[in-house]
């Protein structure tokens, strides 16, 4: 699986340290469809590169409390946290097929700062279709 | 919406955060479907993982 901070997720660490701002009180987390089942966005990707899902068929992107997040710990490539799972709604539509998550500023679809997104970790591309119900963990990982 | 389901296999992420697991398989997955009453990971939902029974019939 790949996962990556754009340029635009960096940002927003490089504004919270060194250059102590304040961070967000709360992430959305959402689904691509660009890309593949173990390949992400360049570092130059914004919204509109990772193709999400359309906002349709209830598909909506799902707050991440920032409390929801565990503890850091020691990965593969760095450290990371995962956040309490995520329950979409239910689809009554065609979503598309999904390649990961992005975890973005906002809670509108297709808009905003897109600050990280993966591939799942089974990295298989999954068709999200009429009546499929999906639960996802948030992930982040900081590469050293 | 069927988010917890009671006595549905659970992990623990060092913290005290119970996340839920594959039904089938056991494996913690970023992505889960719901089949029914369970979480399947991707792969054993593919497979067609059926639930164990409980009460076999001779």
Redo the contacts between chains.
Sequence with gaps: MAEIFPNEGLDLIYGLAPKGGTGPANTWIGLFTAYTASTVGSSAATVTSWTECASAGAYARQTISSASWGTVGTTQSGRGSAAAQVTFPTATAVWGTVNGFIVANGATVNAGTVWYGANFDDVTAVAINTNDVIKVTPTWVYTG | ???EINGHPVAE???G?L??VCASCGK???????DRDR?L???CRAEGKTKPSLYPVA
Excluded at chain 2, 28 to 34: A, D, Q
């Design positions: 919406m069927a988010a992420l060092g913290n955060m996340v839920t913690l997955r970023t992505i889960l479907f719901l979480w990971c991707t792969a």
